[in-house]
């Protein structure tokens, strides 16, 4: 059983989730609260986090890649080796 914690504000599903962590390189989901990534997995792992008001983006099976600037932004694009991969930004 999952602890109890507040929903997230965004999970990110369906997807192919760069971590940069050697151990899980990718994920399907991924779950923010305010300004933090509070979980990753798949999203089954993360329904725990799933409030009334959480928004949902599902990605496709697109590739996501965390980008940091002063804010957190995630870029969702097409396949990597897709010569007309869109990119869709999310802040």
């Not at 694009?77 to 897709?82: E, I, Q």
């Amino acid at each position: 059983m999952k602890a109890r914690t507040a929903p997230a504000d965004l999970l990110i599903v369906n997807g192919r989730i760069a971590t940069m962590n050697k151990r899980q390189p990718f994920v399907s989901a991924l779950a923010i609260k305010g300004d933090t990534i509070v979980g990753t997995g798949s999203e089954a792992d993360l329904q725990h986090l799933r409030g009334p008001k959480t928004a949902v983006i599902d990605t496709g099976g697109r590739a996501v890649m965390h980008r940091r600037a002063r804010r957190q932004h995630y870029s969702v694009v097409g396949n990597l080796d897709d010569e007309n991969a869109s990119e869709t930004r999310m802040e």
